[in-house]
């Protein structure tokens, strides 16, 4: 990107400050990022306070902040471009060209960067979880990621400046922690530990008097002792966050046990938030938990009767090696909550809303209904109301990119792909690049969303050198592969993200996707409305649409008068039916649905004075998903450019 940024030895971590009552405060995810880095003893960043007030300092906070961190103060307006254009947390990289995002972006991020410097820190990389998967999905498609990173912490945000509010009205999303904790473990090959735990079971019972068994009722009453449910799962948990590996048990199960069906197993009982193991989520919901709890045991009406398991969880939490000194440089003063155990009042219906996991499992289920049936009733239905797929005339069919010229680091076969597919995709790229060409204008900025390693970025940014080019992508791999073909090329007016949709806050002129998969087409096309930016979407994945947080389907008036939600969705489901390999008329019946699909969310758009097109890429072969969602907002409506102009545009 142009502009003043610095190299310096140290990636930056910029992390916010904030006011409450004229008094500076730390925001969560700025306590969750510093402790996280207390944990992890991570020394690779240089750490900014972001302050939003001139003259602000960090004096009154010294206390939370951990002193072998290297902090520095900084005003907002004095953040480097790309950072300025994101959600806080961010990490900006050496280069100042790529930043990273969002509170899970970022503290992946510093594990992956403490794990460079000392890859013998099995106990950071456990943080990860299974696969390094721990809250990798990001938050519009996952809802234990949207629950840990955005859920939790908002609730808890909203809670702390507004605590006398109804203290025994316990927010839904701590609630549904509640609940997810007392759910039984599902763990990758948790059969042998299910065995053991049988196992167990049944040597303790034979050792107990028959007058004993009078004791199981106390313990299965809700409680906020740790040792209520401590067994082999603790055992196990603990073992793993060992600095010296503990072995496990060599003793086989008897022959009894291991003819046990597997569905006859006892139930792994939650030690940490994801399972057995501590976890990245377990470090995000730490801090939250800690000041949720210290603001309710000021309350005289305190409801903590209501979270045994949440209670249990943040007393084993304190038990992992490191968490109470992390916590202590932070200045979380951790302890056992004290919970009065006479006189607990029984749960209420009040005490136990529905939780926002149901909610949104109940909206699954509508959305996973099988569809029973063809399109065909769906599109007469449609047609009947005066409502058919139309596509416009593509303004330049012939266009293309003069590719024999280019240098070797813009053709897609640098993404290792075969010719046949590096052909089309070219001609996918000639159909985008048009279009945005004919939108974007001297000094304004073009987004590339879900940008993978940059094919349309990468081509876009060597096309329009006048022009500004951002690069947002989830998958930290892809971005790396995008920096280094620019790097090669010695492209200076491009710049990248790591981030969800919802983290880039900046401004730009124009929105361009290829091949967005599913709801991310909409997410897109939300995103350039809310900023006033013309759009080019290609759209994937129509199979995958379905009522989400933010979207509800039909989009448009006329599709919501004619159409339920199940008759769109038959339409989604037969979009998909577009693949070379299937007989002609399916494949148009496929195009059809596609079309009808793409006019709703044109028509959609439309309602906020945006001027759209669904036109079809060519050649029409170019790919199956040959679709083209071209929109221009209500101030730069105006005619086409023919396809001399665009040749004009490009070589000059």
Known sequence: MKGKEEKHQHPSLYLEVCFQNEELRLPLHTSIALFLLSYCECKSFKVFLVFTKPASSSQSLQSQLPESLDVSDIQLEDLPQLVRGCRLPAVLDETGRLCRAGLAVVLRHIINKTLEADPSRNDVLALLGFKKTCLKACAEVSKWTRLCEIGIPSAVEEHLKNPSNQPQQLPLSILTLERRLAEPVKVHNDDKIRRQKLQEQRQNESKEPPEGQGNRDSESAPGPSPQACDGLELRAALAKLSVDSVPSSTTRENSEIRKVKTTELPPLEHVFAEGLYFTLTDVVLLPCIYQYLCSLQASPLSSLHQLPHLLRWYSRVQEVPGVLRAAKACGMALSAPQVPTSSIPGPT????????????????????????????????????????????????????????????????????????????????????????????????????????????????????????????????????????????????????????????????????????????????????????????????????????????????????????????????????????????????????????????????????????????????????????????????????????????????
């Open 349 to 652: 219906a009040e005490d136990n809303p529905t939780s926002l996991l149901e909610q949104e499992e109940g909206q699954e289920m509508t959305s996973q209904l099988p569809f029973v049936g063809g399109p065909r009733p769906t599109m007469t239905k449609l047609k009947e109301n005066g409502i058919e797929a139309v596509f416009a005339p593509h303004p330049c069919p012939a266009w293309t990119l003069p590719w024999d010229t280019l240098p070797a680091a813009i053709n897609p076969t640098e993404g290792k792909m075969s010719n046949i597919r590096a052909v089309r995709k070219r001609q996918q790229l000639n159909n985008l690049v048009a279009m945005v060409t004919e939108l974007a204008r001297p000094g304004q900025t073009v987004v590339d969303f879900c940008s993978g390693t940059g094919h349309v970025g990468i081509v876009l940014a060597h096309t329009l050198p006048d022009c500004q080019v951002l690069l947002i992508e989830n998958k930290e791999e892809s971005l790396v592969r995008a920096q280094s073909r620019c790097a090669e090329l010695g492209l200076t007016n491009i710049g990248f993200i790591q981030a969800n949709l919802d983290y880039f806050t900046g401004p730009f002129q124009v929105g361009v996707a290829l091949h967005a998969c599913g709801v991310a087409t909409d997410m897109v096309t939300e995103h350039c409305i809310q900023a006033g930016a013309a759009f080019v979407i290609s759209p994937c994945c129509y199979g995958f649409i379905q009522n989400a947080i933010k979207f509800s389907f039909p989009k448009s008036k006329r599709f919501q008068e004619t159409l339920t939600y199940k008759e769109h969705m038959i339409l989604c489901r037969f979009a998909d039916q577009t693949a070379v390999q299937l007989p002609p008329e399916r494949r148009l019946i496929g195009k059809h649905c596609m079309g009808l699909v793409d006019l709703d969310r044109s028509w959609a758009a439309e309602t906020h004075g945006y001027s759209v097109r669904v036109m079809t890429m060519e050649p029409e072969s170019c790919s199956p998903k040959n679709n083209m969602l071209v929109g221009r907002p209500p101030r730069t409506s105006g005619p086409d450019v023919d396809a001399g102009q665009l040749e004009e545009a490009v070589h000059n």
